[in-house]
């Protein structure tokens, strides 16, 4: 079995099938967990987008936030989880290959005469789409003001670069439970017909579907309920289309944080559709630490790749680095499965991805995707045997990098381990981890182990006061699966802590 079709069926560590996906000779390398970069070497800003194909060419949209400059330069998690958006501009790029992009222009400011006028309106949820009555394309997007109302703002313009210039704010859409939308995206149909996919604006529970008006695009028409979620409601929300069915995709109320995913099929676009199953592999680290943003469908010569394309908005959660996180979809039938890649190659011109050299095989390894104070974190598992009966594990806000870090306090005689079982192609890998301890621990130790060979560990001798790489080299895989970990013996006072553990192919 390839190296590609191993990593395919991580899914039978967690109950479910193995899954092949196309492999991607040719591609080009997509690396999630930095701040990418276009083809002149600036930072792209691009959050809360959308993506439209001009011919042959993609152009990506999305907003640039005053705190996304400010965050990219100078990560800091305490400041982040204070911010609040500031809107800057929406920004266009431009690609053959989903890959490289190219930076066309920021091409709707703040300040900009008519609706943007006003510097602390929110501005995001947005995408654009091409009217052939008019010749004009057409971007609409969540608008929010004291002074100038709110409901989805459009503007035109003659190219896909624009500038695009403000026609008119919505304030209603029909037959929906609030005035506008929660969270929104935009979805071509394959007779490029344009719809909006969207939750009602509050609670949002309620998921809809609403055409454009044909005659311009300059009007959402009455929406058709598809769906009614449990308390917690829905954002994120997003529509692709595979072999037929229309797949409407949400994650779950966090805010700014990152989620599960979930989504329900139909094979007609206004429903009905299947209950909402949460889609697999989202799970174990929260989409990658990332919530729900716009599907890319990649249509190549050999097949055809869906992509999540995922919002971490660091700058205001600060979990983490980078602000997108794109990753393959493959399917089993109707099922979808999330790949959580740090790293894949893909080729759009055939429409294939593998996993990328580089991949880090560990899920959730910064220990980011739970938001909030847990004494089990996602991804991993932890036991603990304690005179005190307490439960040593949580993740902490003392993190060497986003907000989160898992650390064991010991409370009284206490032995306690966290661990993850990996499956993976055979080879040889290099386990890496930083870690900080008190020492004068009976046992503590960073291990590989179930590889096929004896186990790999490295002890923590003594006192670790600052955040401390170690480094495991040398781990040769033969069983297609490893499991690794950290345990610790300890008595009250002594605590060990961990952040950032990565498992990559040597």
């Known amino acids: 079995m390839t190296d590609f079709l191993r990593l395919a069926c991580l899914s039978l560590a967690i109950g479910g099938s193995c899954l092949v996906p196309q492999a991607a000779a040719g591609g080009q390398t997509i690396r999630n967990g930095i701040f990418w970069k276009d083809t002149a070497g600036t930072p792209i800003f691009s959050q809360g ?84 009555r008019t010749r004009k394309y057409v971007l609409l997007t969540q608008y929010g003001s004291k002074s100038g109302g709110a409901g989805v703002l459009f503007a035109t313009s003659d190219t896909p670069t624009g500038p695009f210039v403000v026609e008119r704010l919505q304030a209603r859409i029909g037959n929906v439970a609030s005035p506008t939308s929660g969270d929104q995206t935009v979805f071509i149909d394959d007779d490029g017909q344009p719809y909006l996919i969207f939750s009602n604006n509050g609670d949002r529970r309620r998921l809809y579907v609403a055409p454009l008006r044909t005659a311009d695009y300059l009007e959402v028409e009455p929406a058709t309920q598809v769906y009614h979620a449990p308390a917690g409601g829905r954002e994120g929300n997003a529509m692709f289309k595979y072999q037929g069915l229309y797949y409407f995709c949400s994650s779950d109320l966090h805010g700014w944080n990152a989620s599960r995913s979930y989504c329900m099929t139909s094979s007609r676009v206004t429903g009905p559709y299947t209950p909402e199953k949460l889609i697999a592999g989202t799970d174990a680290d929260f989409s990658h630490v990332s919530q729900n943003g716009f599907f890319i469908p990649v249509h190549g010569k050999s097949g055809t790749t869906i992509l999540y394309a995922g919002d971490r908005w660091s700058n205001f959660a600060g979990n983490g680095h980078g602000y997108n996180i794109w990753v393959p979809l493959s399917f089993k039938g109707a099922e979808p499965r999330f790949h959580s890649l740090s790293e894949f190659t893909l080729d759009a011109a055939n429409g294939s991805w593998s996993v990328g050299k580089g991949n880090n095989y560990v899920l959730n390894p910064g220990f980011e995707a739970d938001r909030v104070r847990q004494t089990g974190v996602a991804g991993w598992v932890s036991s603990w045997t304690s005179l005190k009966g307490d439960a040593p594990f ?34 040889v890998y290099t386990l890496k981890a930083w870690v900080k301890s008190s020492g004068g621990q009976r046992v503590a130790r960073l291990y590989a182990s179930g590889h096929g060979g004896a186990e790999i560990a490295q002890a923590l001798a003594g006192p670790i006061g600052k955040w401390t790489e170690l480094t495991l080299p040398g781990i040769r895989v033969d069983s297609g699966a490893v499991q690794v970990g950290v345990y610790s013996e300890g008595k009250d006072g002594d605590w060990l802590a961990l952040d950032d553990v990565s498992l990559v192919r040597e």
């Not at 060419?57 to 998690?77: F, I, L, Q, R, T």
């Not at 431009?94 to 602390?120: C, H, I, R, Y």
């Not at 993740?395 to 966290?418: F, V």
């Open 49 to 132: 987008g959308g993506m439209l194909k001009v011919g042959d060419k993609h152009y990506w949209y999305g907003v640039k936030y005053a705190e996304a400059v400010s965050y990219a330069n100078a990560p800091n998690p305490a400041t982040a989880a204070r911010a609040s958006p500031h809107f800057a501009a929406v920004t266009a790029y431009s690609s053959m290959d989903l890959v490289n992009w190219t930076f066309e222009g920021e091409v709707m400011k703040a300040g900009q005469p008519g609706k943007l006028a006003d510097a602390n309106a929110w501005v995001g949820r947005m995408g654009v789409v091409y009217n052939a």
């Open 394 to 427: 949580m993740n902490t806000q003392d993190a060497r990098s986003g907000r989160w870090a898992l650390t064991l306090r010991h409370g009284g005689e206490t032995m306690g381990s966290a661990i993850q079982d990996i499956v993976l192609p055979n080879g």
